[in-house]
């Protein structure tokens, strides 16, 4: 071909390329403003926004870093938590524009991840750094408190090769193993044989420490019991206070190995997350022994402050705020936590969580309150819905199998063709039940994502108040059972807007609540009618309420077709009864009484995320792999800074799914109590004293009559098309304006 007319095909090819990362970039701005509230300048500056280089992308500091380095000397980085974004800020506006000009539309390598940076100039940053929480009362952490010779020592100490099993009590528990010395800690009963000593004391490698222990005055009395711990990336052990009987005030945990996130929880719903590098020390007494739950969520990266030495490196931190973080990807580490066995009772200070003093069953922790702010309520969501269907994932989705059939006659009318989106897909039971239309799923559970991934559907890990879908991309959206776990109406609002903002003109939404009344025309939904699944308080629970309980039943179903005219919108008065401001446990299979409570979901035996995970080890581990390449691939994709972390190093979870949930067999087991041991005074997963098998607790705004409608009424641009009562559930029919 002619040189010259190649070079002109080059450029404009080159120009073709540059108008794309220049719609591209235009578009992420309008992204970050209309989700963020972040505006972009075309003015130069200083700083610089990176869409798609936040940590919220699996983008890491260290990565990110690294490339913004080579175009000068950097000012800040600021990183928030989750976000789908960074901030730079370099020392000359030269080095920024250098930045722009060079790193705009290109690709970083982060992992096995990729993402396309588009960077924008600012005006200003946000730094939502609130600073650092303080430590729990009573906890120190000591870094370096061993030297390296000595870990090494201390590790080679402990003989996993199985052979002496009884001398150290050793056991393989489903989220790590452990080894006792000087007395067996049993989970079963979450205490120790006071007389029956191990044949093996606590290893004589270990006296230097202690002795050191005692000299700092971090003890006052040689321990004589030692539990060694051994966790692999992506375990780690549940929210727990050591028993108090079993155990003297002072508790020193020494971490050997790849560091880790240690997380403190105190009843009224502080959390405290703690890096524990390792070859650190960490002792806890007073409130931070008796009162708050400390313990390990089982994941393969934590969320760490970042060691740079612009910004001091925290030990602690609430990590929700603190803006200078990184990823950090855990290894194996193990711990020794060295106690001294209690003889007398204990007479603590915080009878509330001890169980010589009639607690903590006595009184269980408080429940939350109904939030006032956006930040409580997002808050509330994340630790009473994102975190339990994280954890109840898969006993969750085994109860989740029969499609709706009315939600299947939505699905059904669909012309072929038609892109869906199912904004909230759970286990994406309805991805498949029309073949003919192309559809996608989202949920805010990353361990939802994952089952819906290995079933093959097209799904990503996505907020449903931020969905990175294109704006009037959408045929179809389907919302089931989703926005009653928004526990704000402004938030409740803000979905239906999202979904509406999916929607082409033209394009029809349905959307499932579940409903304060339960029982509808003189009928009582299956919810109620299965009451005698209930048991005794005492007894085995058996209250989850069942998928079929709310599942429209052919004819046996009511439906109701309402128009918006004919809701009682006019005076919708909220029925939350929340004593002391609050939120009520409700009684599974019951009337409702208030429109805000925790609905108790009772984990079946085995089936709790985690267990599955450790328990099958590598060939599930594989699994995932495969399965988080394909919702990876959606969610960082290039087009738009996408708000959903696309990887999995936290416990997110789901924003929900079926109004319904599952029926607990009466004859279901305890669950394995390796994990769920010892006094927990979690307010999120309780053990009960009849039953180890954990509660979880997830958040409900039950919709009252006409409320779903008053709800989408506020929506400009779109019509309530019908509206009807199905099963305990309301359901509404968008339909978004052909002029739009
Ligand atoms: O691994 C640790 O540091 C803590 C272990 C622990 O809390 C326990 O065994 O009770
Ligand atoms: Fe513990
Ligand atoms: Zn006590």
Excluded at 701 to 707: A, L, P, R
Aim: net charge negative; aromatic share 6%.
């Amino acid at each position: 071909m002619d040189p010259g007319v190649e070079s002109s095909m080059e450029a404009v090819r080159r120009s073709k390329d540059e108008k794309k990362v220049l719609r591209k970039q235009i578009k992420a701005s309008h992204t970050l403003l209309k989700h963020e509230g972040i505006s972009t300048t075309p003015q130069p500056s200083k700083s610089l926004v990176v869409a798609n280089g936040g940590l919220g992308n699996g983008v890491s500091r260290e990565a990110l870093s690294a490339a913004l380095k080579e175009m000068g000397e950097l000012e800040t980085l600021i990183m928030h938590p989750h976000k789908p974004y960074a901030f730079v800020t370099y020392r000359s506006e030269e080095c920024a524009r250098k930045a722009h000009v060079h790193l705009n539309g290109q690709k970083l390598q982060c992992g096995e991840n990729s993402v396309t940076l588009y960077l924008s100039y600012v005006d200003s940053v946000t730094c939502k750094e609130e600073g650092s929480l303080p430590l729990p009362d009573g906890l120190v952490l000591v870094e370096d408190f061993v030297s390296p010779e000595e870990e090494a020592l201390l590790l080679a100490a402990i003989d996993w090769s199985g052979t002496n099993d009884d001398v150290t009590a050793q056991k393989a528990l489903k989220h790590r193993r452990v080894k006792h010395y000087g007395f067996e800690f049993r989970y079963d009963n979450n205490n120790v044989d006071k007389d029956k000593p191990l044949p093996a004391g606590i290893p004589q490698e270990c006296l230097p420490v202690l002795e050191r222990c005692l000299k700092n005055k971090h003890i006052i009395t040689m321990p004589d019991q030692l539990t060694v711990n051994q966790y692999e990336s992506g375990q780690g052990i549940p929210p727990h206070v050591d028993t108090h009987s079993a155990f003297e005030d002072t508790i020193l945990s020494l971490s050997l190995g790849a560091q880790t996130v240690m997380e403190f929880r105190h009843p009224d719903g502080r959390l405290v997350s703690v890096v524990l590098p390792g070859r650190s020390l960490l002792v806890m007494k007073g409130e931070s022994r008796y009162l708050w739950t400390h313990g390990i969520t089982p994941r393969k990266f934590d969320m760490v402050p970042a060691c740079d030495p612009q910004f001091p490196a925290h030990t602690m931190s609430d990590l929700r705020t603190n803006s200078n973080l990184t990823l950090s990807k855990r290894g194996t580490r193990t711990s020794f936590t060295f106690r001294k066995i209690r003889h007398e009772p204990c007479c603590c200070a915080f009878p509330s969580a001890c169980d010589s003093q009639g607690g903590p069953s006595a009184s269980p922790p408080s429940p939350p309150s109904l939030p006032s702010c956006h930040a409580d309520a997002a808050h509330l969501e994340e630790e009473y819905v994102h975190r339990v269907y994280d954890a109840i994932a898969s006993h969750f989705s085994s109860t989740r199998h029969t499609p709706w059939s009315r939600v299947c006659d939505f699905l059904s009318s669909l012309p072929p063709g038609s892109v869906l989106a199912d904004v909230g897909c759970g286990n994406g039971k309805y991805l498949g039940v029309n073949p003919e239309v192309i559809a996608v799923g989202c949920d805010r559970s990353s361990a939802l994502i994952q089952i819906c991934a290995e079933r093959g559907f097209q799904v990503f890990v996505s907020d449903a108040l931020s969905v990175p879908l294109r704006t009037a991309s959408c045929d179809a959206c389907i919302s089931i059972a989703v926005i009653h776990h928004f526990s704000t109406q402004e938030r409740r609002l803000a979905a239906v807007r999202e979904l509406v903002r999916l929607l082409k003109p033209g394009g029809r939404a349905l959307i499932y609540v579940w409903a304060f009344e339960q029982e509808y025309n003189k009928q009582r939904s299956k919810y109620l009618k299965d009451q005698n699944k209930e048991r005794p308080e005492n007894h085995s629970p058996s209250d989850n309420t069942s998928e079929d309980s709310q599942e429209p039943h052919g004819k046996a179903s009511i439906q109701t077709s309402r128009c918006l005219e004919d809701s009682p919108v006019d005076d919708l008065q909220c029925v939350s009864k929340v004593s002391d401001g609050k939120l009520s446990v409700h009684t599974n299979r019951t009337a409702f009484n208030t429109q805000d409570l925790l609905v108790p979901w009772h984990l079946k035996d085995g089936k709790r995320q985690g267990q599955e995970e450790s328990g099958e080890g590598v060939k599930k581990d594989k699994k995932k792999e495969k399965s988080k390449k394909t919702y990876n691939s959606i969610t960082t994709s290039d087009c738009n800074p996408d708000p959903s972390p696309g990887f999995k190093t936290r416990v997110p979870s789901g924003s929900g799914q079926d109004t319904s949930d599952a029926t607990h067999s009466s004859d279901s087991k305890p669950s394995a109590s390796d994990d769920t041991t010892q006094t927990s005074t979690s307010t999120q997963k309780s053990e009960s004293e009849s039953s180890p098998t954990p509660v979880f607790h997830r958040y409900y705004h039950v919709f009252q009559q006409g409320e779903l409608e008053q709800l989408c009424g506020q929506v400009a641009g779109v019509k309530v098309q019908s509206s009807y009562h199905d099963q305990g559930n309301w359901c509404v029919i968008l339909e978004k304006d052909m002029h739009l």
